[in-house]
Protein backbone atom coordinates (compact mmCIF):
# COMPACT_ATOMS: atom_id res chain seq x y z
CA UNK A 1 0.00 0.00 0.00
CA UNK A 2 1.29 3.08 -0.70
CA UNK A 3 1.00 6.43 0.96
CA UNK A 4 0.35 10.10 -0.59
CA UNK A 5 2.45 12.81 0.96
CA UNK A 6 0.25 14.76 2.29
CA UNK A 7 -1.52 11.82 4.34
CA UNK A 8 1.97 10.80 5.65
CA UNK A 9 2.60 14.72 6.89
CA UNK A 10 -1.39 15.40 7.12
CA UNK A 11 -1.56 18.11 10.35
CA UNK A 12 -3.71 17.62 13.08
CA UNK A 13 -7.16 19.66 12.46
CA UNK A 14 -6.95 22.52 14.91
CA UNK A 15 -3.43 23.26 12.27
CA UNK A 16 -5.67 25.46 9.58
CA UNK A 17 -7.15 27.58 12.46
CA UNK A 18 -3.82 28.11 13.77
CA UNK A 19 -1.76 28.77 10.60
CA UNK A 20 -4.52 31.44 9.76
CA UNK A 21 -4.12 33.40 13.42
CA UNK A 22 -0.04 32.95 12.87
CA UNK A 23 -1.09 34.67 9.44
CA UNK A 24 -3.08 37.64 10.38
CA UNK A 25 -0.60 38.21 13.36
CA UNK A 26 2.30 39.44 11.06
CA UNK A 27 2.59 43.13 10.43
CA UNK A 28 4.65 42.55 6.75
CA UNK A 29 1.82 41.28 5.24
CA UNK A 30 -0.45 44.46 4.78
CA UNK A 31 2.83 45.73 3.37
CA UNK A 32 2.75 42.51 0.75
CA UNK A 33 -0.01 43.92 -0.84
CA UNK A 34 1.38 47.09 -1.03
CA UNK A 35 4.33 45.67 -2.58
CA UNK A 36 2.31 44.35 -5.32
CA UNK A 37 0.38 47.02 -6.36
CA UNK A 38 4.22 48.90 -6.61
CA UNK A 39 5.63 46.23 -8.91
CA UNK A 40 2.77 45.69 -11.30
CA UNK A 41 2.51 49.92 -11.20
CA UNK A 42 6.40 49.12 -11.85
CA UNK A 43 6.16 47.00 -14.65
CA UNK A 44 3.58 48.59 -16.52
CA UNK A 45 6.47 51.65 -17.31
CA UNK A 46 8.47 49.42 -18.24
CA UNK A 47 7.17 49.51 -21.42
CA UNK A 48 7.94 53.40 -21.62
CA UNK A 49 11.14 53.06 -20.29
CA UNK A 50 11.89 50.38 -22.96
CA UNK A 51 11.73 53.45 -25.77
CA UNK A 52 15.53 54.27 -24.22
CA UNK A 53 17.14 51.56 -25.76
CA UNK A 54 18.77 48.36 -24.20
CA UNK A 55 20.31 49.97 -21.41
CA UNK A 56 17.36 51.24 -18.79
CA UNK A 57 15.17 47.79 -18.47
CA UNK A 58 17.20 45.55 -17.06
CA UNK A 59 18.26 47.88 -14.74
CA UNK A 60 14.60 48.18 -13.53
CA UNK A 61 13.59 44.65 -12.39
CA UNK A 62 11.69 45.55 -9.60
CA UNK A 63 10.97 48.62 -7.66
CA UNK A 64 12.83 48.01 -5.36
CA UNK A 65 16.56 47.31 -6.05
CA UNK A 66 16.25 50.08 -9.08
CA UNK A 67 18.58 52.30 -7.34
CA UNK A 68 21.22 49.77 -6.24
CA UNK A 69 21.01 48.43 -9.65
CA UNK A 70 21.43 51.56 -11.58
CA UNK A 71 24.81 52.31 -8.98
CA UNK A 72 26.62 48.94 -9.32
CA UNK A 73 25.65 49.51 -13.56
CA UNK A 74 27.61 52.55 -13.16
CA UNK A 75 30.64 50.98 -11.22
CA UNK A 76 30.91 47.76 -13.48
CA UNK A 77 31.18 50.28 -16.45
CA UNK A 78 33.29 52.74 -14.87
CA UNK A 79 31.16 55.95 -15.48
CA UNK A 80 32.06 59.04 -13.76
CA UNK A 81 30.10 61.13 -11.30
CA UNK A 82 28.42 63.54 -13.41
CA UNK A 83 27.30 60.47 -16.35
CA UNK A 84 25.76 58.49 -12.96
CA UNK A 85 24.00 61.77 -12.25
CA UNK A 86 22.38 61.47 -15.87
CA UNK A 87 21.62 58.02 -15.66
CA UNK A 88 20.12 58.27 -12.18
CA UNK A 89 18.00 61.47 -13.38
CA UNK A 90 17.07 59.81 -16.61
CA UNK A 91 15.31 56.41 -14.31
CA UNK A 92 13.70 58.64 -12.30
CA UNK A 93 12.24 60.94 -14.69
CA UNK A 94 10.83 58.06 -16.53
CA UNK A 95 9.04 56.35 -13.27
CA UNK A 96 5.49 57.54 -11.56
CA UNK A 97 6.50 59.22 -8.49
CA UNK A 98 4.26 56.54 -6.73
CA UNK A 99 6.69 54.08 -7.83
CA UNK A 100 9.63 55.11 -5.91
CA UNK A 101 7.78 56.25 -2.92
CA UNK A 102 7.42 54.08 0.35
CA UNK A 103 4.81 51.23 0.10
CA UNK A 104 2.99 53.15 2.45
CA UNK A 105 2.09 55.75 -0.32
CA UNK A 106 1.63 53.74 -3.39
CA UNK A 107 -0.77 55.20 -5.92
CA UNK A 108 -2.12 57.43 -3.76
CA UNK A 109 -2.58 61.17 -5.32
CA UNK A 110 -3.27 64.79 -4.46
CA UNK A 111 -7.11 64.13 -5.19
CA UNK A 112 -7.12 61.54 -2.50
CA UNK A 113 -5.19 64.03 -0.63
CA UNK A 114 -7.95 66.48 -1.15
CA UNK A 115 -10.89 64.11 -0.98
CA UNK A 116 -9.65 62.58 2.44
CA UNK A 117 -9.35 66.40 4.01
CA UNK A 118 -12.39 67.74 2.38
CA UNK A 119 -14.86 64.69 3.18
CA UNK A 120 -13.36 64.93 7.00
CA UNK A 121 -13.71 68.45 7.85
CA UNK A 122 -17.14 68.07 6.42
CA UNK A 123 -17.88 65.21 8.67
CA UNK A 124 -16.16 66.89 11.84
CA UNK A 125 -17.66 70.40 11.52
CA UNK A 126 -21.33 69.26 10.53
CA UNK A 127 -21.44 70.90 6.83
CA UNK A 128 -20.21 71.06 4.00
CA UNK A 129 -17.10 72.92 2.64
CA UNK A 130 -15.69 75.40 0.35
CA UNK A 131 -12.48 74.78 -1.98
CA UNK A 132 -10.55 76.76 -3.65
CA UNK A 133 -7.81 75.55 -6.27
CA UNK A 134 -4.85 77.65 -7.41
CA UNK A 135 -3.96 76.98 -11.05
CA UNK A 136 -6.62 74.24 -12.33
CA UNK A 137 -5.51 73.65 -16.05
CA UNK A 138 -7.62 70.96 -17.26
CA UNK A 139 -9.67 70.37 -14.43
CA UNK A 140 -7.99 67.19 -13.87
CA UNK A 141 -8.32 67.63 -10.31
CA UNK A 142 -11.01 70.40 -9.77
CA UNK A 143 -13.48 68.72 -11.79
CA UNK A 144 -13.95 65.65 -9.70
CA UNK A 145 -13.67 67.26 -6.39
CA UNK A 146 -15.98 70.03 -7.02
CA UNK A 147 -18.86 67.40 -7.89
CA UNK A 148 -18.52 65.96 -4.25
CA UNK A 149 -21.35 66.36 -1.98
CA UNK A 150 -19.84 66.91 0.31
CA UNK A 151 -18.46 70.30 -1.51
CA UNK A 152 -20.75 73.64 -1.06
CA UNK A 153 -18.65 76.13 -3.10
CA UNK A 154 -15.44 75.14 -5.50
CA UNK A 155 -13.62 77.81 -7.07
CA UNK A 156 -10.95 77.38 -9.42
CA UNK A 157 -8.70 80.63 -10.51
CA UNK A 158 -6.23 80.26 -13.66
CA UNK A 159 -5.66 82.93 -15.92
CA UNK A 160 -5.27 80.32 -18.96
CA UNK A 161 -8.66 80.85 -21.64
CA UNK A 162 -8.48 77.22 -22.23
CA UNK A 163 -8.29 76.36 -18.56
CA UNK A 164 -11.59 74.85 -16.75
CA UNK A 165 -11.39 77.48 -13.97
CA UNK A 166 -13.83 80.07 -12.45
CA UNK A 167 -12.22 82.47 -12.27
CA UNK A 168 -9.65 83.42 -15.17
CA UNK A 169 -7.40 85.78 -13.19
CA UNK A 170 -3.91 85.49 -11.70
CA UNK A 171 -3.85 84.25 -8.21
CA UNK A 172 -2.75 87.50 -6.49
CA UNK A 173 -5.28 89.66 -8.21
CA UNK A 174 -8.14 86.53 -7.01
CA UNK A 175 -6.30 87.15 -3.11
CA UNK A 176 -7.14 90.92 -3.68
CA UNK A 177 -10.68 90.60 -4.08
CA UNK A 178 -11.28 87.34 -2.55
CA UNK A 179 -13.66 87.84 0.56
CA UNK A 180 -14.48 84.21 1.17
CA UNK A 181 -13.47 81.89 3.61
CA UNK A 182 -12.20 78.79 2.21
CA UNK A 183 -12.00 75.08 3.92
CA UNK A 184 -9.25 73.46 1.56
CA UNK A 185 -7.22 75.29 -0.28
CA UNK A 186 -5.15 73.34 -2.96
CA UNK A 187 -2.19 76.04 -4.53
CA UNK A 188 -1.12 74.78 -7.91
CA UNK A 189 -0.46 77.74 -9.60
CA UNK A 190 2.86 79.57 -11.15
CA UNK A 191 5.55 76.88 -9.74
CA UNK A 192 8.25 79.23 -9.10
CA UNK A 193 9.01 79.92 -5.39
CA UNK A 194 8.02 83.63 -4.79
CA UNK A 195 4.77 83.24 -6.01
CA UNK A 196 4.07 79.84 -4.60
CA UNK A 197 4.69 81.22 -1.30
CA UNK A 198 2.68 84.55 -1.74
CA UNK A 199 0.00 82.11 -2.86
CA UNK A 200 0.06 79.97 0.40
CA UNK A 201 0.14 83.07 2.73
CA UNK A 202 -2.84 84.37 1.20
CA UNK A 203 -4.48 81.16 1.55
CA UNK A 204 -3.27 80.99 5.11
CA UNK A 205 -5.03 84.29 6.21
CA UNK A 206 -8.22 83.00 4.08
CA UNK A 207 -8.57 79.32 5.94
CA UNK A 208 -11.78 78.96 8.46
CA UNK A 209 -10.39 77.73 11.84
CA UNK A 210 -10.47 73.65 11.01
CA UNK A 211 -8.87 74.75 7.51
CA UNK A 212 -5.95 73.40 5.39
CA UNK A 213 -3.37 74.25 2.76
CA UNK A 214 -2.25 71.33 0.13
CA UNK A 215 0.86 72.68 -1.98
CA UNK A 216 1.43 70.44 -4.87
CA UNK A 217 5.05 69.66 -6.41
CA UNK A 218 6.97 70.44 -3.65
CA UNK A 219 9.32 66.84 -3.48
CA UNK A 220 11.47 67.78 -6.98
CA UNK A 221 13.47 64.13 -8.05
CA UNK A 222 15.44 65.87 -10.15
CA UNK A 223 17.53 69.40 -10.89
CA UNK A 224 15.89 69.82 -13.97
CA UNK A 225 12.29 69.47 -12.53
CA UNK A 226 13.48 72.06 -9.89
CA UNK A 227 14.63 74.79 -12.17
CA UNK A 228 12.68 77.76 -11.58
CA UNK A 229 13.02 78.67 -15.45
CA UNK A 230 8.87 77.81 -16.66
CA UNK A 231 10.05 74.96 -19.37
CA UNK A 232 9.56 75.21 -23.02
CA UNK A 233 5.91 73.02 -23.55
CA UNK A 234 6.58 73.12 -27.42
CA UNK A 235 9.58 70.99 -27.07
CA UNK A 236 8.68 67.71 -27.46
CA UNK A 237 11.29 66.17 -24.63
CA UNK A 238 9.33 68.85 -22.27
CA UNK A 239 5.76 67.05 -22.68
CA UNK A 240 7.63 63.68 -20.92
CA UNK A 241 8.98 65.91 -18.12
CA UNK A 242 7.80 67.31 -14.67
CA UNK A 243 7.87 70.37 -13.51
CA UNK A 244 8.23 71.07 -10.39
CA UNK A 245 9.98 74.12 -10.58
CA UNK A 246 11.13 75.61 -6.88
CA UNK A 247 8.11 75.30 -5.01
CA UNK A 248 9.89 73.23 -2.49
CA UNK A 249 11.60 76.54 -1.41
CA UNK A 250 8.49 77.84 -0.49
CA UNK A 251 7.62 74.32 1.70
CA UNK A 252 10.97 74.95 3.41
CA UNK A 253 11.23 78.71 4.41
CA UNK A 254 7.63 77.76 6.04
CA UNK A 255 9.42 75.36 8.27
CA UNK A 256 10.94 77.95 10.01
CA UNK A 257 7.67 79.27 10.96
CA UNK A 258 6.23 79.19 14.46
CA UNK A 259 2.72 79.75 14.01
CA UNK A 260 2.27 77.31 11.01
CA UNK A 261 2.77 73.56 10.91
CA UNK A 262 3.94 72.10 7.14
CA UNK A 263 4.43 68.21 6.26
CA UNK A 264 4.92 67.02 2.84
CA UNK A 265 3.27 63.95 1.87
CA UNK A 266 5.66 61.88 -0.15
CA UNK A 267 3.37 61.03 -3.13
CA UNK A 268 2.77 62.27 -6.60
CA UNK A 269 5.23 65.04 -7.17
CA UNK A 270 4.83 65.95 -3.57
CA UNK A 271 2.14 67.47 -1.60
CA UNK A 272 2.50 69.79 1.57
CA UNK A 273 -0.14 70.26 4.14
CA UNK A 274 0.09 73.75 5.72
CA UNK A 275 -1.83 74.67 8.91
CA UNK A 276 -2.43 77.14 11.21
CA UNK A 277 -1.30 76.07 14.40
CA UNK A 278 1.90 75.97 16.39
CA UNK A 279 4.67 74.09 14.61
CA UNK A 280 4.71 70.44 15.93
CA UNK A 281 8.13 69.60 15.88
CA UNK A 282 11.34 71.56 16.44
CA UNK A 283 13.22 72.24 13.32
CA UNK A 284 16.19 73.16 13.65
CA UNK A 285 17.85 72.48 10.61
CA UNK A 286 15.58 73.99 8.41
CA UNK A 287 16.72 76.89 6.43
CA UNK A 288 15.27 80.61 7.23
CA UNK A 289 13.17 82.07 4.39
CA UNK A 290 16.38 84.30 2.87
CA UNK A 291 17.97 81.58 3.28
CA UNK A 292 15.64 79.28 1.65
CA UNK A 293 15.39 81.31 -1.50
CA UNK A 294 19.26 80.50 -2.28
CA UNK A 295 19.11 76.73 -1.62
CA UNK A 296 20.66 74.62 -4.38
CA UNK A 297 19.46 71.55 -5.73
CA UNK A 298 22.32 69.50 -4.50
CA UNK A 299 21.82 71.30 -0.86
CA UNK A 300 18.18 70.05 -0.93
CA UNK A 301 19.15 67.02 -1.88
CA UNK A 302 21.34 66.08 1.18
CA UNK A 303 18.52 66.94 3.52
CA UNK A 304 15.29 66.57 1.70
CA UNK A 305 13.57 64.74 4.89
CA UNK A 306 14.07 66.98 7.00
CA UNK A 307 13.97 69.91 5.43
CA UNK A 308 10.24 68.89 3.76
CA UNK A 309 9.39 67.38 6.91
CA UNK A 310 8.50 64.56 4.19
CA UNK A 311 6.37 61.42 5.37
CA UNK A 312 4.31 58.70 4.16
CA UNK A 313 0.83 58.57 3.73
CA UNK A 314 -0.14 56.95 6.91
CA UNK A 315 2.33 58.91 9.24
CA UNK A 316 1.06 62.02 7.49
CA UNK A 317 -2.62 61.43 8.51
CA UNK A 318 -1.50 60.91 11.95
CA UNK A 319 0.28 63.91 11.85
CA UNK A 320 -2.64 66.03 10.69
CA UNK A 321 -4.68 64.71 13.27
CA UNK A 322 -3.08 62.79 16.17
CA UNK A 323 -6.74 61.56 17.71
CA UNK A 324 -6.88 59.21 14.36
CA UNK A 325 -10.65 60.55 13.40
CA UNK A 326 -9.17 61.42 10.42
CA UNK A 327 -7.53 57.81 9.92
CA UNK A 328 -10.59 56.20 10.66
CA UNK A 329 -12.87 58.11 8.36
CA UNK A 330 -10.74 58.15 5.05
CA UNK A 331 -11.00 54.29 5.30
CA UNK A 332 -14.51 54.92 3.42
CA UNK A 333 -13.37 57.25 1.18
CA UNK A 334 -10.09 56.31 -0.67
CA UNK A 335 -10.21 52.77 -2.34
CA UNK A 336 -5.86 51.80 -1.94
C1 LIG B 1 0.20 72.35 -13.07
S1 LIG B 1 -1.12 73.20 -13.71
C2 LIG B 1 -2.41 72.87 -12.57
C3 LIG B 1 -2.85 71.42 -12.53
C4 LIG B 1 -4.08 71.12 -11.69
N1 LIG B 1 -4.07 71.77 -10.40
C5 LIG B 1 -4.23 69.62 -11.47
O1 LIG B 1 -4.03 69.16 -10.33
O2 LIG B 1 -4.54 68.91 -12.43
C6 LIG B 1 -0.70 74.85 -13.35
C7 LIG B 1 -1.73 75.90 -13.81
O3 LIG B 1 -1.44 77.12 -13.13
C8 LIG B 1 -1.82 78.17 -13.97
N2 LIG B 1 -1.16 79.40 -13.51
C9 LIG B 1 0.05 79.87 -13.89
N3 LIG B 1 0.30 81.03 -13.25
C10 LIG B 1 -0.77 81.29 -12.44
C11 LIG B 1 -1.09 82.32 -11.54
N4 LIG B 1 -0.27 83.35 -11.32
N5 LIG B 1 -2.30 82.26 -10.90
C12 LIG B 1 -3.14 81.22 -11.12
N6 LIG B 1 -2.87 80.21 -11.97
C13 LIG B 1 -1.70 80.24 -12.62
C14 LIG B 1 -1.43 77.71 -15.36
O4 LIG B 1 -2.22 78.37 -16.34
C15 LIG B 1 -1.72 76.21 -15.29
O5 LIG B 1 -2.96 75.88 -15.87
Given amino acids: ?74 TTHNLDPSTMRDLRDAVITRLPAAALDGTGSVGRTRTDLIKSLSSWISHSEGRKINYLEIGCAGGDNFVPISEEDFVETAYCVDPDPKSESTHKMMSEEFFRINEKTWDVVFVDGLHQWSTALNDIDSALLSLSPSGVVIVHDSNPRTSAAASPDVPDWGSKHQHQMAWNGDVFKAVISLGSRRDVDVATGHFDEGCAVVMNRPRSIERLLVPSRGAAETLTFDEFEENRKAFLNLMEWDSLMRWIDPTGTLGEHIQNIIKI
Fill in 1 to 74: MSLALSEIISPPPAFPILLLLFLLAQPHLSLQTSEVDKNSLWKSHLVQIDIEGDVLPPLLTTAENWHQNVLDYG
